[in-house]
């Protein structure tokens, strides 16, 4: 029986130490300079923005208090994801392979970071490591353990207030899926010229069989004058999602894995359903959707549409909650170009409010799903060069933005990835390396000589300083003030210009601001107007280490270079 979460509502006092922690530097007076700290040189400034060299600076000005940070974990679908690889993640009996019971013994690891949600990429039974061909759809690929332990692992997530989604991959199934070999034995049986009889074999009518090759997405079937369509690949041949008896079985589906107690699903391929019509895919996502809320009033979707913001936008007229931000994403997405500096915050903050506007008019209830990278794509580090400022840069502005986002499976640790092989993409979690248990082996196929550049999960975890550390501290604060996920966003056009922005988000009577700088140099930036006055410093997220020097005094603040200060 699936436990309802209940609302966490506690407050941590943290003191000073726990900005340290984060690696967000000394706060201090403006103008005292950190230890070892280089003058910072002048820079052009926006707009009632001033460097901080030749700001004037008050001889009574004091270092922003120690912030306290409250827990407030609000029982609904904006959660904090943590997107597993299964066979990548944690091996509960030693046959190299991860499974389910690998990662129930992960929770608190989970947990620890901030996550209150998981995305398991696809364990239903399929051929291949990879799972995004399945077989039985009834059944957790044995590689990964039974239904048993998916009924235990979403028990344990429940307890721990964790919501757990799974991969649905029904685009296509595999061609040894026994609907269709059994439909392609059919076929083949069929006298020349004679057409099939559905009440004879009714799984002829599951797939998109046709006697012509209509394009290159059709693929022979063996020993027989037919064809099948399988736009991914000859292994995974579309299924016929308009046909009647398939719409009752994907709900028979869904009924299964929502009494073993999934919480949700990704759609896999969405865009794909009916390639030649967007509005056919956006009616079938609005119907399962409804059914399964039927089941679970609570149930969460987040669908895959592979696709520049305005299409994405014109998906959520299905009234489906969230759809992946591929706008924001990958290594020419806005997220990553932020956290480089190559995109100003100005940019990336106009983009934000783009998605509350383009996203929220075609579904005023709609989950933002923000993401950096996937298991489908070279991983962050790779794209910043194994840069530790850059990679916290990314990961604080991921972590500011509406919605729920998610991290990948090693993202918070710095693991790398290596060309395009997709079985580089999902290589172990690094979690030590003095001790081996619960490691699995990387999926075959994969290079031999990748070498992880930063520190496994269990030296990171002792390091203030740590990207592990980094994003505990990010998921902290997003913990601390529900308004970040979830609040109207308005842009301080005054100050928002270059490497600086200034927007408040306002949810439920609840106001916070945040300031960026993904420059290399402090600023100071007037806040008059934009905040009460009695604001404080309600959370620091520095990227560029401790040297830095950050004060408030009378509205005007100090923010240093590769930093996110939140007030309220």
Known sequence: ???????????????????????????????????GAAPTDNAEAAPGVASAD???TATDAT???????????IDDNYRNYYEIFPGSFADSNGDGCGDLAGIESKLDYITDLGCNGIWLTPIMEAPSYHKYDTTDYYSVDPAFGTNDDFRSLADACHEKGIRLIIDLVINHSSNEHPWFKEACDYLRSLPEGEEPDLSVCPYVAYYL???????????????SDWYYEAVFYYTQPDLNLSNQAVAEELKKVADHWIDLGCDGFRMDAAMHYDDSSSTYNIEFLHDYYEYCLSRDPDFYMVSEVWAPEKTIAEYYASATPSFFNFDAADAEGKLIKAGRGTLGADKFVRACLEYQETFGAANPDYIDAPFITNHDMGRVANAVMSDPVALKMTAGLLLSMNGSPFIYYGEEIGMKSKGKPDENKRLHMNWSVTDTTGICKDPEGADKDIEQNFAPA???????????????????????????????????????????????????GESITIVYNNGDDAAEVDLSGVMDADATVAGVLCAAGSDTNISLHNSALTIPGKCIIYLK
């Open 209 to 223: 069989f046709s006697r012509e090759k209509i394009d290159g997405t059709y693929c022979d079937v063996p020993g």
């Open 54 to 56: 030749n700001a004037e």
């Open 458 to 508: 269990d030296e990171q975890m002792k390091d203030p300083d740590s990207l592990y550390s980094y994003y505990k501290e990010a998921l902290a604060i997003r913990n601390a003030y529900p308004e970040i996920a979830r609040g109207e966003i308005e842009i301080a056009e005054g100050l928002t210009d270059g490497n600086i922005a200034v927007i408040t988000k306002t949810w439920n």
């Open 63 to 73: 270092a922003p208090p120690a912030p306290t940070l409250p827990v407030n974990i």
């Open 1 to 35: 029986m699936k436990k309802k979460l209940t609302v966490v509502n506690r407050i941590v006092a943290l003191g000073l130490a726990a900005c340290l922690l984060a690696g967000c530097g000394n706060i201090r007076p403006s103008g005292e300079a950190a230890p």
